[in-house]
């Protein structure tokens, strides 16, 4: 059975006061562990649900790590004011927290009102359909499964390392498509769903554990692609950040977002 | 009266079963509002008391300005794993939301082992000693009241808005001390306690609410300043992010903060 595509895997069902009933889908996983931005933008699917407005800037503590299959997702109003509503969430599994956010929704503003932009957009060195796709290996389970239910086209810079050529920079640049039409969760999704930089950092860091991820939501894509710039600058105090801006095809910008990782103790 | 430096400033009172009492001082405004990096400093000090833990990273929403006086933090466990414990926190006055809180909280590593810094520490002209320390102005209230609470020796490239000759950079850069030992709650401060970067841009932007803010510790300062590099890139769509850094005076990373401000709508 192919794995349901984005809209579908991001689905949430009401259940009443507050909970909605999440059907987490297989396929969406790397090594076993389903992916973090796909369990963020389904949160906001019922926050959004339970709002009637969309994210604007939200943040996920992960708790512990969410297999397929049945999970519940609890909100709670914070408050609804006139321009915002700040709730939380809390994502369980068989009565285990997995995950806690707390966001605020408002709405998103369709005219750009660019004031002051002082980066440019990432470049990629083709269009979408001139660059390769990214896909999984069923046998290896690298790169995982995930990666057939996002349409990501890698910098080819930034690529080599799933040939043993890493880099050497601590960045991912990627052409990203969820496959579905644009909402604030597609977005969301955006955001966490390239391979890890440090991948290209020639560093000892293997299995890096997300503790936080925070997501600010400035527009909607207007185009099918978005462009993702991922960047590490600081792994230190055994904690390490990604940093990622995401455009539109025409440049607009997207989103921002940070997370903040572990990095494990080397075996000794 | 003086006013309370910053450890007693922040200091809470536990009420039982999780939730603390706080004495909001007067003299830590701006223009009537309490400095949000204070608010956090305290909302953490409460977490600290209830995970026994320091915090590693924090999101605050702000819901509604918090005048000097009595207020309430309530907090709640989410999870206390093995590293870290994850709990929220809501800070309110009068009955009324101010502030909510999610964090995780666990240890800070005395050792920066530095794997990867891809950043210089920002580059002061001078040592703090030999610096202009902003000063409030009690008559104008610009430069704030906050001004005289924490010493901040701003870049001079980045001190000219105050006499209106902005840099044309939506920067500000400056040595921070918040006048007492460095513990968790200070790091947290001088992630938001220089002027609006946008004060520097030349932008029709005036009092900007802060909506969201993410704070990272790193590390806890082992010299008297750090020094706290914050910067904008992007004003569009309604918002803007202000990212800083904080290092210390001998280059360790002391933490990284962004948050999400709004931008008032020209008066039509």
């Given at each position: 059975?192919?794995?349901?595509?984005?809209?579908?895997?991001?689905?949430?069902?009401?259940?009443?006061?507050?909970?909605?009933?999440?059907?987490?889908?297989?396929?969406?996983?790397?090594?076993?562990?389903?992916?973090?931005?796909?369990?963020?933008?389904?949160?906001?699917?019922?926050?959004?649900?339970?709002?009637?407005?969309?994210?604007?800037?939200?943040?996920?503590?992960?708790?512990?790590?969410?297999?397929?299959?049945?999970?519940?997702?609890a909100?709670?109003?914070?408050?609804?004011?006139?321009?915002?509503?700040?709730?939380?969430?809390?994502?369980?599994?068989?009565?285990?927290?997995?995950?806690?956010?707390?966001?605020?929704?408002?709405?998103?503003?369709?005219?750009?009102?660019?004031?002051?932009?002082?980066?440019?957009?990432?470049?990629?060195?083709?269009?979408?359909?001139?660059?390769?796709?990214?896909?999984?290996d069923?046998?290896?389970?690298?790169?995982?499964?995930?990666?057939?239910?996002?349409d990501?086209?890698?910098?080819?810079?930034d690529?080599?390392?799933?040939?043993?050529?890493?880099?050497?920079?601590?960045?991912?640049?990627?052409?990203?498509?969820?496959?579905?039409?644009?909402?604030?969760?597609?977005?969301?999704?955006?955001?966490?769903?390239?391979?890890?930089?440090?991948?290209?950092?020639?560093?000892?860091?293997?299995?890096?554990?997300?503790?936080?991820?925070?997501?600010?939501?400035?527009?909607i894509?207007?185009?099918?692609?978005?462009?993702?710039?991922?960047?590490?600058?600081?792994?230190?105090?055994?904690?390490?950040?990604?940093?990622?801006?995401?455009?539109?095809?025409?440049?607009?910008?997207?989103?921002?977002?940070?997370?903040?990782?572990?990095?494990?103790?080397?075996?000794?």
């Amino acid at each position: 059975m192919t794995p349901p595509d984005f809209a579908e895997a991001s689905a949430v069902t009401p259940l009443g006061e507050g909970s909605y009933s999440v059907e987490v889908p297989a396929g969406w996983d790397v090594l076993g562990a389903t992916n973090g931005g796909l369990l963020l933008a389904t949160t906001a699917r019922a926050l959004m649900a339970e709002t009637g407005r969309v994210p604007v800037t939200l943040t996920a503590h992960y708790l512990a790590p969410v297999a397929p299959g049945r999970a519940t997702i609890a909100t709670d109003l914070v408050k609804r004011g006139r321009g915002f509503t700040t709730a939380t969430a809390r994502l369980s599994q068989q009565e285990r927290d997995c995950m806690a956010v707390l966001g605020s929704f408002g709405t998103i503003e369709a005219d750009p009102q660019v004031l002051l932009q002082d980066a440019e957009p990432v470049v990629l060195p083709a269009a979408p359909g001139q660059m390769d796709r990214v896909r999984a290996d069923a046998e290896v389970g690298l790169p995982p499964p995930l990666m057939d239910r996002v349409d990501i086209r890698l910098h080819p810079q930034d690529a080599g390392f799933m040939a043993g050529q890493a880099s050497g920079q601590a960045r991912m640049r990627a052409w990203v498509s969820p496959g579905a039409a644009w909402d604030p969760p597609g977005v969301i999704l955006a955001c966490d769903v390239l391979p890890p930089t440090i991948f290209n950092a020639n560093l000892p860091v293997n299995w890096t554990p997300t503790l936080e991820l925070t997501v600010h939501v400035r527009s909607i894509p207007g185009t099918e692609y978005v462009r993702v710039d991922s960047r590490t600058r600081f792994v230190s105090h055994g904690r390490l950040e990604v940093d990622s801006l995401v455009w539109d095809e025409r440049g607009d910008l997207v989103a921002q977002s940070r997370q903040l990782m572990l990095v494990p103790r080397p075996a000794s």
